[in-house]
């Protein structure tokens, strides 16, 4: 059981060097070759994720991952699960809002076959109609299991409430009613437009063979369907006036307090220097304002941090805290004064000191594992920013000075506009978070936490 | 949408009196013991005379290293009336020394670029981790030793760390579904061992913690002969313990803390429990009893977990999620100090009853006591221990993980790729013999979680 919590992973920088291997097909191939221990990995990344799903279809990107995991042209999945398994392997699709990426993992005396099964199942899936029923009725089942996760279903909330009917503010895997409605037709249709040779990216590491990588990608990128486009996406619209939603669920003991608005580019000219304000301001240590305030002087929660997320358009810049029912007024309107106090006098001169000090400090971390090189790497590739972005990450936060970190707070803080969602009982504590947000209680928005 | 737990690392080896097959190069006693882990992996233990153990594995493949700090106590060892208190104690280890006031802990190890500060307790053992860049060595040597035996409880900072824990409770257990079965399943497999009540404790007690219960278990348990120190990444193995020798070296060991562990009698006939949560899904836990950590049948019942629920195509993934009975379901060996319990977790889809999840269940056992388990199945099951095995030591803080485990809970580190060669020994008799011996009907405790009824 941990007992402190560090609050978000922030993307952090990469300074090893992986060797791209330059192709004349335009091929995006990186691999890094480590034989100590004998596990390969190999990443498969499609640019493209759950922001491409088509209108009444949210969740279907996600949905279209595990179906291709759920049978091939030559294998069934009770073949692809035994092979696998007798493997030792382990293969997954993880579904982002930017990016879906094919997981793979094997001991390496069996990747060759591995690789070819990858291969089968990507670009000659056969979404069986059995399965598509099948999964139906578990990712349906597994959204209804998340409605007694009460963090995650906080969050989904928030995100929908923040981003106004945006792809940003869909559920990565669905909702219950559109995914429902998923057709082995609109499986098909997607996967074609999904799979571009243009959209994918191979990353290998571990105990790889670098000629047999090149070699798969080489043919899995020629075979890629690659019909159609995918929709653009345009940037959500920004907020006009602060708005205040109580998720109401009953019998809460303790309230999930989500407070945000809309974020920025990792390329912004301000990034660097916001990175910095939101690490002191709760970017997840112990030693940032928030944490000192709401858990280690009034005990109000075991968690308080603020978190950006990033995007191909901007994303979110969102506070997380989670009292007890009774505190949960009072932490509402100290965490809104606290981000008021942030856009009027910015960080202090230690703050800014500390914050800087342990983002350069720690760049050492960027890239100690290959987990996290490679996700670097994605994120690089994913979200159209440079080759040398993580890598000379901490060269930039070295030339920011404190002035443009609060000038950045400045411009960047919507106190008046922002978007608070709170997950608790609503009867019991509609009149504190008015007063607390400072809104009048008719003007409170009530969701049902069971609404779709 | 199922969960897979790791044999190596989670759950714990056998303590073993031998170290044949192993590669140990036995030194004088100013000198280390040179271990083989895995191939390229050596671990280099070290015991200082208050009896404190460290164990540094070399590795330079990134300019930073891993820090831990594993003592031999957890909620296992809590008297009733005072559930909670090993965890909130490890919230404690975070607040002010005689010479670092509360707060410099943590400010240092931020300014220094620490990665992964954090802690975590369990029913047998807490531990404290960090990750640092390979030129703070010292720094996170000086402080731990300091926290060991400097630590200051002071009666206000406790109160507001306990509010913290009792929220923390909330979240875990009070509006959590999953949290809340977890906790009743343990209440109900265990009547008298303290692994009945949960790690982070009982309300009542918690409620009722004293600074003065702080202090008393500190004293009691955190002393230089009750933890170890393991230390991998880009570090020299002889500095580490002259710099650990030198901030550790004067710590006085305490005397062997008397621990009263009421025994868990043996369980005669089955029981049953149901609750009405907020669930959209049904829910179900079963559990059984079996044996500790030192037992020689710890290997196949780990291989029996991995039959049952490990990989794509396990028994449990066949007959409760493609069946469509099932979203997730999960088997794990719970090994302990301790007798513990092998768990069944199910969650189920929309509109099945956690019954018909049951009766599958006992079905399954019952096919395997009857038919084994046929060679391709366990060929699969022993690539996925290998994997497992392998995927537990990749990364600095892993490696401590796996090390500090086997050397703090079972005395040895050379235990953990002992347990790996007694795991690929495991046959498929066994693995039926392990059924028919523990999962049985009369040992069985169930948990039903049903939905509320709407108000």
């Known amino acids: 059981m941990f007992s402190k919590i560090r609050g978000y992973l922030f993307f952090v920088p990469l300074v090893f060097q992986i060797l791209l291997c330059p192709q004349a097909s335009a091929l995006e191939l990186d691999i890094e070759q480590d034989s100590r221990l004998p596990l390969a990995y190999v990443n498969l990344v499609v640019t493209g994720g759950a922001v491409s799903d088509p209108v009444g279809k949210s969740g279907i990107t996600s949905f279209l991952g595990e179906m291709l995991m759920r049978g091939s042209r ?6 692809i699960d035994l092979l696998l398994d007798q493997w030792g392997a382990q293969l997954g699709v993880e579904t982002r809002a930017e990016y879906l ?6 001991l390496s005396k069996k990747l060759p076959d591995f690789l070819t099964l990858i291969e089968e199942l990507v670009i000659e899936p056969s979404f069986p109609e059995i399965e598509i029923k099948k999964l139906r009725s578990e990712a349906v089942s597994g959204l209804l299991a998340e409605q007694s996760n009460d963090h995650a279903l906080s969050a989904k909330k928030f995100a929908r ?3 106004q009917g945006h792809p940003y503010g869909n559920p990565i895997s669905g909702s219950i009613r559109e995914v429902e409605s998923i057709q082995r037709s609109d499986l098909l249709k997607h996967h074609a437009r999904l799979f571009h040779p243009k959209r994918i990216l191979f990353l290998g590491s571990g105990d790889v063979s ?10 899995l990128s020629k075979k890629a369907p690659g019909k159609g486009e995918l929709d653009g996406l345009n940037p959500p619209a920004s907020l006009p006036s602060r708005r205040v939603q109580i998720v109401d669920k009953p019998d809460r003991t303790q309230t999930q307090i989500e407070v945000g608005q809309l ?10 220097a916001l990175y910095l304000g939101n690490a002191a301001f709760g970017g997840g240590s112990f030693t940032s304002r928030l944490m000192q305030e709401i858990r280690v002087k009034r005990g109000w929660s075991y968690g308080a941090s603020s978190a950006f997320r990033f995007g191909l358009q901007p994303r979110s810049w969102q506070v997380h805290l989670f009292p007890a029912e009774k505190d949960t007024a009072s932490a509402l309107a100290h965490t809104l004064r606290m981000i008021e106090e942030l856009r009027q006098n910015g960080i202090t001169v230690e703050e800014f000191r500390l914050a800087k000090q342990s983002s350069i400090n720690s760049a050492a971390f960027i890239n100690d594992t290959p987990k996290k090189r490679v996700e670097n790497r994605i994120i690089e590739k994913t979200l159209g920013l440079e080759n040398d972005f993580f890598s000379t990450f901490s060269d930039r936060l070295e030339k920011v000075t404190h002035s443009e970190v609060n000038q950045a707070l400045k411009e960047f803080l919507k106190p008046e506009n922002l978007t608070i969602s709170i997950l608790g009982t609503a009867d019991r504590i509609r009149s504190g978070v008015a007063q607390g947000a400072g809104v009048t209680p008719e003007s409170l928005k009530i969701v049902p936490y069971q609404e779709d | 949408m199922k969960t897979q737990y790791s044999l190596f690392v989670i759950t714990v080896g056998i303590l073993a009196t031998s170290c044949s097959g192993l590669s140990i190069r036995q030194n004088r006693s100013d000198t280390p013991q040179v271990l083989k882990v895995a191939q390229g992996i050596e671990a280099k233990r070290y015991p200082l005379k208050n009896g404190l153990r460290l164990v540094v594995i070399e590795d330079s493949s990134s300019p930073t290293f891993a820090y831990q700090t594993w003592y031999d106590v957890g909620s296992r060892d809590e008297q009733p009336g005072k559930t909670g208190l090993a965890h909130l104690f490890e919230h404690m280890m975070f607040k002010g020394t005689r ?4 707060g410099e802990f943590d400010r240092k190890l931020e300014e220094a670029g620490a990665e992964g500060e954090n802690a975590y307790t369990t029913h047998d053992h807490t531990t404290y ?6 030129e703070r060595l010292e720094l996170i040597i000086r402080l731990e030793a300091d926290r060991m035996k400097n630590l200051v409880v002071n009666d206000a900072s406790f109160a507001t760390e306990r509010e913290v824990v009792q929220n923390e409770r909330r979240f875990r257990n009070e509006n959590n579904p999953d949290g809340l079965i977890y906790q009743e399943i343990y209440g109900l497999a265990f009547q008298k061992h303290s692994y009945r009540w949960p790690v982070i404790g009982y309300e009542e007690d918690l409620s009722k913690m004293t600074a003065a219960d702080a202090r008393e278990f500190y004293q009691k348990h955190y002393s230089p002969n009750r933890a170890v120190i393991v230390v991998t990444g880009d570090v020299d193995a002889d500095e580490v313990y002259r710099l650990v020798a030198r901030h550790y070296g004067d710590l006085t060991p305490s005397q062997s803390a008397s621990i009263l562990v009421s025994p868990e009698p043996e369980q005669l006939s089955s029981r049953r429990k149901t609750l009405r949560l907020d669930l959209q899904v049904e829910k179900l836990m079963i559990a059984y009893p079996i044996p500790s950590q030192n037992s020689e049948d710890m290997p196949a019942l780990d291989i029996l977990q991995m039959v049952l629920s490990g990989g794509r195509s396990s028994r449990l993934q066949k007959a409760l999620v493609e069946t469509g009975i099932a979203s997730g379901a999960y088997a794990y060996a719970a090994s302990s100090k301790d007798p513990s319990i092998f768990l069944f977790g199910v969650t189920l889809q929309k509109g099945q009853k956690a019954l018909s999840a049951e009766r599958v269940i006992l079905r399954e056992l019952e096919r395997l006591s009857q038919e084994g388990v046929p060679s391709q199945e366990l060929d699969r099951a022993m690539n996925l221990v290998e994997f497992d095995y392998f995927g537990g030591l990749e990364s600095n803080s892993e490696r ?12 040895r580190l050379e235990n953990g790729p002992l347990y790996f060669e007694r795991l690929k020994a495991v046959t498929a008799e066994q693995i039926r013999q392990m059924a028919l011996k523990y999962l049985k009907e009369s040992r069985r405790s169930v948990v039903v979680a049903l939905k509320k009824a709407q108000k």
Request: hydrophobic fraction near 35%.
């Open chain 1, 74 to 79: 030559k294998h069934s999945k009770d073949q």
């Open chain 1, 101 to 106: 990426i094919v997981r793979g993992a094997v």
């Open chain 1, 161 to 163: 409430f923040l981003f």
């Open chain 1, 210 to 219: 670098r000629s047999l990588l090149e070699s798969w990608a080489h043919s």
């Open chain 1, 263 to 272: 974020g920025l580019l990792m390329s912004d000219q301000d990034y660097s």
């Open chain 2, 99 to 102: 010479d670092f006031p509360e």
């Open chain 2, 129 to 134: 981790v960090q990750q640092l860049p390979k």
């Open chain 2, 400 to 411: 401590a993980r796996f090390v500090g485990h086997y050397e703090s809970q079972t005395g």
